[in-house]
Every structure is written in structure tokens, then in C-alpha cells.
């Protein structure tokens, strides 16, 4: 064979070839996930159904249906939803949640950090607010630092493992507490000296009297009572 046919791997890629396999990641990445997943994290839940509203309190929309991808959905609605998966949507501290059972069936979670709410497994479906750090925690999620209960976790929702595990995934720069109270400490004293020096710098200097045109006072002599006659 010709040395000519072998391929340069210094090859400079064309613009052209290069958009084709950006294209060609881009379709990779989005066909990594389900159709349904995206509008699932970005629906609200648990507001009232608005064409079965008032009707009980079986109205609150708490449902989803994987094939239609609409609309959260109440259990009125399910009725014109038969044959579809269906998942439930439930809350833990004012977020939302869905049991293992029902999603590992038609998403792979592994990785994401599972909680046991009313004897049963869950995992949140988005990021959540992280509290302040604690001592000695080891173990965080890799998008939003949020600790972790075990090692062999890497996220802490749905919503983060899809962005953990996106090739355009940059992590942010964590900052313990450590760093900002010792960044507030030195910017503090900092603020003090200068403060301290503009007014040693901006107090005008007491004036100096002349010492030797100022008249001393006489000190009055101790009173003698006038004797008794």
C-alpha cells in the first residue's frame, strides 16, 4: 500500500468536517435522553387542574404522561390517557420527587443520591438550594456541591446528572466557607487601616498656643476668719 493512502493524524480538520462532527455530538448527546425528560424538569406541579378545577381535591395536578409530554396532569385527566405511561409526582420539603419504583423503569439513575420518604425510595427531580457545608463532608454533587450521603453517589437529582454528564459541562469554582469568611476577614481589617489612616490624614492638628504671652494667675491665699471679741 502507498504511504500516501495512510491518513495524517496531524491532518488539519476543515471547517466543513468540523461541523458535521459538531452536528454529529450535539445529535449524540441529545439522543442520550429520553424526549420527555427536559419538559418533565421544567414542568410545575401541584396547581389545580384548570379544566377539572373545583371538582375535589383529586384535582391538583400531580401527574405526567411520557407520551404526551404536555402538561402536568390531575387524576381526572388520566382518563384520556389510557395505554400511556404515566408517572406520579410527589413533594418532600417543597420539592418535587418521584419514587425509584416508577422511574427506574424508564430512566437509568444510577449514580443519584436516593432518599427513603414514607418507607419508600425517592430521588428529587431538580437541583435544590445547598445548605452550608458541614464538617467533614467528603463526598458533594458534581454540578452543585451539595453533600452527598454515600461515595458511590455523584449527583443529588435527575436534573443535575444531565447536566453533570453533558460533554459542554464546565464545573463552577467552589467556595468553602473557610474562603469566605477568611476573603471578608482580610478585606475587613483592610477597610479598617485605611480608614483608620484617611482620618489620621484628613483630622486637622490641634493648634499650639504661644507659651510666652499668656499671664499667670495669682493663686488667692488661704481665708482667716476675724477673731471673736
Not at 119 to 141: I, Q
Not at 145 to 166: A, E, M, N, P, W
Not at 187 to 199: A, P
Not at 201 to 214: A, I, K, V, W, Y
Request: glycine share 6%; with cysteine; hydrophobic share 25%.
Amino acid at each position: 500500500m502507498a504511504i500516501g493512502d495512510h491518513e495524517n493524524p496531524n491532518q488539519e480538520i476543515k471547517p466543513r468536517n468540523r461541523r458535521i462532527m459538531e452536528a454529529g455530538e450535539l445529535e449524540e448527546e441529545q439522543n442520550q435522553w429520553p424526549s420527555w425528560l427536559k419538559p418533565l424538569l421544567k414542568e410545575h406541579f401541584f396547581g389545580q387542574c384548570q379544566f377539572h378545577h373545583g371538582h375535589s381535591s383529586k384535582s391538583e395536578c400531580n401527574m405526567y404522561c411520557l407520551d404526551c409530554t404536555n402538561n402536568s396532569l390531575c387524576s381526572f385527566c388520566l382518563a384520556h390517557h389510557n395505554g400511556h405511561r404515566t408517572i406520579q409526582i410527589r413533594r418532600s420539603s417543597y420539592h418535587d420527587v418521584i419514587r425509584v419504583n416508577e422511574i427506574q423503569k424508564y430512566l437509568d439513575i444510577s449514580s443519584i443520591q436516593t432518599f427513603v420518604i414514607n418507607s419508600a425510595k425517592v430521588v428529587f427531580l431538580n437541583e435544590r438550594p445547598p445548605p452550608k457545608p458541614g464538617k467533614g463532608v467528603t463526598n458533594t454533587c458534581e454540578v452543585c456541591y451539595r453533600s452527598l450521603q454515600d461515595d458511590c453517589f455523584r449527583f443529588c437529582s435527575i436534573g443535575c446528572k444531565v447536566v453533570g454528564t453533558s460533554k459542554s459541562f464546565k464545573k463552577r469554582v467552589k467556595h468553602t466557607q473557610i474562603e469566605t469568611e477568611d476573603s471578608s476577614n482580610s478585606s475587613g481589617i483592610s477597610g479598617i487601616e485605611n480608614n483608620s489612616s484617611n482620618l489620621q490624614s484628613s483630622s486637622p492638628s490641634p493648634p499650639q498656643l504661644p507659651t510666652s504671652g499668656l499671664k499667670r494667675k495669682r493663686r488667692k491665699g488661704i481665708p482667716h476668719r476675724a477673731p471673736f471679741r
